[in-house]
């Protein structure tokens, strides 16, 4: 007899799928039919699925199990894991939560919970976790995010909004029919738009791109590296010094003065604080004048390139893009706000086809013609103790309770961290320096983490719930950046003992007593259609008509059409700078801000500056860390998720991570292709293959992010995660965002033998 199979609507991150399900195993994902450039990460699923390495019953540290809260938490990622039913593992993690509340308040239990989770909007795990731990008195959580939490906080002060680095820019029909040149700092690497937080029903930038090529656009690309040019693209590529595109900016609008060519009237009618700008571009607050000949030996980009290159932007129309990337870096402040003010000095803001953006190769959909409607989305409800921290912090915080530190204008304390409570986020994945993170996980009493696979989260919490994937269970998914809204139809049954964080948190509020007030009366598919609902309002009140709940489960999507009339960011306040002021506290763009002038900080002056990074190719640590290691996005997976997956590790090289390396410094170490070769720092080692690339600028090298954790000690990580290298400092005082990409490093090969990574392998339970 044949087997049956059966298809299911489902999505992911990296796209809207069909979930194939053969004998009540996963076993292919068919991309959407609408997507013109499909993700290969949908190959890894069906194997990781179903992998050795799912957390299948609940499981307790085993030294937990014994001393409970006064365990010692060093133990945490050495001790082995005991298997218990789910009565046991909630009461246990019941009646954590209730005597840490009591005895220390619900600060002391931090539930920030940073990460990714799921695709599907109702089951997204960070927002049950918000939504479960807020219902029961709050906790700390964490503000802003690793991937533009400094432009998140600079951005309102300078143009009164974040919203354009969420991806609502100027639009690719827009840029298409307009803009003549297009400059990219930090480039347009196709790898990183496989991914829209939310998912997709299509992946367009690479058509989008041939669009614009074929339209007669000029492209720019400025990064360390030519990979970041997609193929066919034909752009031009101006290496340049990892995070010194501040100086490469402030030089090009300083070059645009000197000439005289600088768009005065829109500076003047537009803008604030052009005089202070111009006095430090022209060296009168400090001596120096920011000319191209100034640049070059901080960029290493030729003084005649910068100046051309600034008379070229100023004749044609011009778009300026800057990936996220380029804030996420010590004194990331800089090169955004300087973009902002290039852009104005060239005088294309809110022209179509003009201006400036960000992270157009940073996601999938920035630049996405789009309708500016809601797309699904939970609530999370408030936190009752109002404890934040901003998001990259946390090491800092469990190290240092009661220490004041500076955010945004405030001064605060850190709380003193009891418990943390994760569910859908791999600390072990997003920290800088992670032996420092290791170090500061040994401090709080109880960590609880809800995880799908043994991941080196699950493998240091002292209780971890296992966690079903979206496969398992009804959800919802979409974002802003794309048309269409997702039905995810269950299409297996729960792995293993697997439950849904959603039921998990359902059964704790239970014994909490306060179930109601976290579903709100409401199971899986009655939330599955309120969300719809509530968000077919939104459309409806636009003028758009989506069917209703069941025809939309039926067909397994919905859509709204394009816009007619392209977006053109600013342009209104182009027109009218006085009937559409900015929300910033003058109306206009702020080139020089009196409220950041306030703070007094001087990590963050209150006009565009070069600010020397503490570690990069130009300072003295140079002298003994020689490489700037860059630690890109992975091209096979989200982050660290389905590290196992086939798209992943066929990108590995012997188990292990690549490191791509110039010919120049792979032959003066005696490196040789594939190489096993350790990378390090005062901070940490890593061992990773080595990757000769003759596209990438000497002095710079690369280790995409996304390896499991696989260190025995401090000494060395085995499998290539780069965050034990990377400096765990806030990007400045306004804005302590993640400086993940303000990093030396030296590299050399290793001729000892090769230890085993063990982390893709089942850890001990008993
Ligand atoms: N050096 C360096 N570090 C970086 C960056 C960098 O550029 N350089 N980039 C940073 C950026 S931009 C980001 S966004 C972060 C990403 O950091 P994270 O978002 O923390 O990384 P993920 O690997 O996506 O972690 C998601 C985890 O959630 C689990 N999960 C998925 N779905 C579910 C679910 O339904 N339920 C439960 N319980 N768990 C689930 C997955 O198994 C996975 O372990 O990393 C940051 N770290
Ligand atoms: N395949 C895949 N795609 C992803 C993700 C993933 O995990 N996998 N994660 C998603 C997430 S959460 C985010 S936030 C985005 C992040 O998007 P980005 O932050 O834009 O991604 P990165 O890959 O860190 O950096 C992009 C490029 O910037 C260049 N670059 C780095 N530093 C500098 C610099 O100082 N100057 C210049 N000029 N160039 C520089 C590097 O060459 C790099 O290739 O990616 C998203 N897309
Ligand atoms: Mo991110």
Request: proline share 7%.
């Amino acid at each position: 007899m044949s087997e049956k199979i059966r298809r299911f609507p489902s999505l992911s991150h990296w796209g809207a799928f069909t979930a194939v399900v053969a004998g009540g195993r996963l076993v292919d994902c068919e991309p959407f039919a609408h997507d013109s450039a499909p993700s290969g990460i949908l190959r890894s699923m069906p194997a990781m699925v179903h992998s050795p390495l799912r957390v299948n019953r609940p499981a307790i540290r085993r030294g937990w199990l014994r001393d409970r809260h006064l365990s010692d938490g060093g133990e945490r990622g050495r001790d082995d894991y005991v298997e218990v039913s789910w009565d046991v593992a909630l009461a246990a993690v019941h009646s954590e939560l209730q005597r840490v509340r009591s005895e220390y308040g619900s600060e002391a239990i931090f539930g920030g919970s940073y990460g990714w989770s799921s695709a599907g909007r109702l089951h997204h795990a960070r927002t049950q976790t918000h939504r479960f731990l807020n219902a029961g008195g709050g906790c700390t959580n964490q503000a802003g995010n690793y991937s533009w939490g400094t432009a998140q906080f600079l951005l309102p002060h300078v143009i009164g909004s974040y919203t354009p680095v969420t991806g609502r820019v100027t639009d690719w029909n827009s840029v298409a029919a307009h803009t003549r040149l297009f400059i990219a700092f930090g480039g347009m690497p196709l790898r990183n738009t496989q991914i829209t937080s939310g998912g997709a029903g299509d992946h367009p930038v690479a058509g989008q791109l041939e669009r614009a090529r074929a339209a007669g656009v000029e492209f720019v690309v400025i990064s360390p590296t030519r990979r970041d040019i997609p193929a066919g693209l034909d752009a031009r590529w101006i290496p340049i010094r990892p995070n010194t595109d501040a100086a490469l900016m402030l030089a090009m609008m300083q070059a645009l003065i000197a000439d005289g060519i600088h768009d005065e009237a829109f500076l003047r009618t537009h803008c604030v604080g052009f005089d202070a700008l111009r006095d430090y571009l022209e060296g009168r607050t400090d001596g120096i004048p920011k000319t191209p000949e100034w640049a070059q030996a901080i960029c290493d980009v030729p003084a005649t390139v910068i100046r051309e290159l600034a008379r070229q932007a100023r004749d044609a129309r011009t778009m300026l893009t800057c990936a996220w990337s380029l804030q996420r870096a010590h004194r990331g402040e800089q090169p955004y706000w300087a973009c902002i003010a290039l852009a104005a000095a060239l005088g294309h803001i809110g022209m179509p086809g003009g201006g400036v953006a960000f992270g157009h190769a940073s996601m999938n959909g920035v630049g996405n013609p789009r309708m500016e409607i809601a797309g699904p989305a939970l609530e999370s409800g408030r936190n009752p103790t109002g404890s934040v921290i901003p998001v990259a912090r946390v090491t800092d915080m469990l190290l240092h309770p009661g220490q004041a530190y500076e955010f945004n204008g405030r001064e605060s304390v850190y709380p003193d961290i009891k418990m943390v409570y994760w569910a859908g986020g791999n600390p072990f994945h997003h920290q800088q320096d992670l032996n420092r993170l290791n170090r500061a996980w040994a401090r709080p009493q109880t960590i609880i983490a809800h995880e799908i696979w043994w991941t080196p989260m699950a493998r240091r919490a002292d209780i971890v719930l296992p966690a079903t994937t979206t496969l398992e269970r009804n959800d919802i998914g979409g974002s802003t950046r794309d048309r269409y809204v997702f039905a995810m139809h269950q299409a297996l049954a729960p792995v293993g003992d697997s439950r849904n964080d959603f039921d998990i948190y359902r059964e704790l509020a239970a014994l909490g007593g306060y179930e109601q007030a976290y579903t709100e009366g409401r199971d899986e598919m009655a939330w599955v259609r309120h969300i719809y609902e509530s968000m077919n309002k939104a459309w409806h009140d636009s003028g758009h008509e989506a069917p209703g709940f069941d025809a939309f489960w039926d067909q397994g999507y919905a859509s709204i059409p394009e816009p007619e009339r392209p977006f053109v960011l600013f342009e209104d306040f182009r027109q009218d700078p006085a009937a559409h002021p900015l929300r910033t506290p003058s109306g206009r763009i702020e080139l020089y801000s009196e409220k950041i002038a306030g703070f007094g900080y001087a990590d963050c002056p209150p006009h565009p500056a070069w600010l020397a990074p503490a570690e990069w190719l130009g300072s003295p640590v140079a002298a003994r860390w020689p490489l700037h290691l860059l630690t890109p996005q992975p091209a096979g997976k989200l982050h660290s998720q389905m590290d196992g997956g086939k798209t992943s590790t066929d990108l590995k090289i012997n188990g292990r991570e690549a490191l791509l390396i110039s010919p120049e410094d792979a032959e003066s170490r005696g490196i040789g292709q594939h190489d096993l070769v350790k990378v390090y720092n005062d901070r940490g080692a890593c061992l990773a293959a080595a990757v000769i690339d003759a596209g990438l600028k000497p002095g710079v090298v690369m280790l995409p992010t996304g390896a499991w954790f696989d260190a025995a000690d401090e000494r060395l990580e085995v499998h290539g995660n780069p965050n034990v290298l990377t400096m765990d400092v806030g990007t400045s005082r306004l804005t302590q965002g993640s400086s993940a990409q303000s990093a030396l490093v030296e590299v050399a090969r290793w001729n000892e033998a090769a230890p085993v990574v063990r982390v893709l392998e089942t850890p001990a339970i008993t």
